[in-house]
């Protein structure tokens, strides 16, 4: 499979902000010497570096490994507002498919803390980046970053102020250099609305 072929439909540059890495390594699934990406895998056992054909097909579930975190009771909670007409036996199908899509064949972000993953609209987010204050205030109406952050955050018990005051001033171009305060944005699939994560060391 060629890598730059590769997107994954809820994170949109795994290469730069996921623990990918270019330099074969053995995968714990298919035993081949591959790129691919290293842990936090969550499960039972003990796995530290997947290749990425194993991952867009999926094969972690033969290992009962998981790379993410859904939020299944929001996920399904949405669906059944937007979609009432769906049957009971309809909506576990769907809920399980993207929940899949997602914990099954997306990389992890790299982040300080673990997380559940952002729904809009009845799906899950796209993952786009770390951000820092410089795209904050590129993203925000009248560059006003310090509001588009607060109106953004996913957590309303956030003192937005006073993290602000902590995110990084530049606009990271990959996941290599951390600070103390993590800004992680997400977009929605379909009304493209923003939605922000942030965590701290």
């Not at 937005?160 to 600070?179: F, G, H, K, Q």
């Not at 929605?188 to 965590?199: P, T």
Request: charged residues 25%; glycine residues 6%; proline residues 4%.
């Amino acid at each position: 499979m060629n890598s730059s072929e590769i997107t994954f439909k809820y994170f949109k540059y795994p290469h730069h902000f996921s623990k990918h890495q270019t330099q074969p390594e053995t995968c714990g699934i298919c035993g081949l010497s591959l790129s691919g990406y290293r842990g936090s895998f969550i499960g039972e056992i003990e796995l530290e570096f997947v290749c990425e054909d194993c991952l867009v097909l999926g094969k972690s579930a033969d290992k009962e490994v998981y790379t993410n975190q859904g939020n299944i009771e929001e996920l399904r909670k949405q669906l059944k507002g937007l979609q009432p007409e769906l049957t009971h036996k309809e909506l576990t199908v769907l809920v399980a498919a993207r929940n899949t899509e997602l914990e099954q064949r997306t990389p992890a972000p790299v982040t300080w803390q673990d997380f559940l993953w952002p729904v809009h609209c009845g799906n899950y987010c796209c993952y786009i980046k770390e951000v820092g204050k410089a795209d904050l205030n590129d993203l925000a109406e009248g560059g006003d970053g310090q509001a588009f952050f607060e109106n953004n955050l996913t957590d309303a018990d956030t003192d937005a102020e006073e993290v602000w005051e902590a995110i990084r001033p530049d606009s990271p171009p990959n996941a290599t250099l951390a600070y103390s305060v993590g800004v992680y944005l997400f977009q929605c699939l379909y009304c493209a609305e923003y939605l922000i994560l942030w965590a701290c060391d």
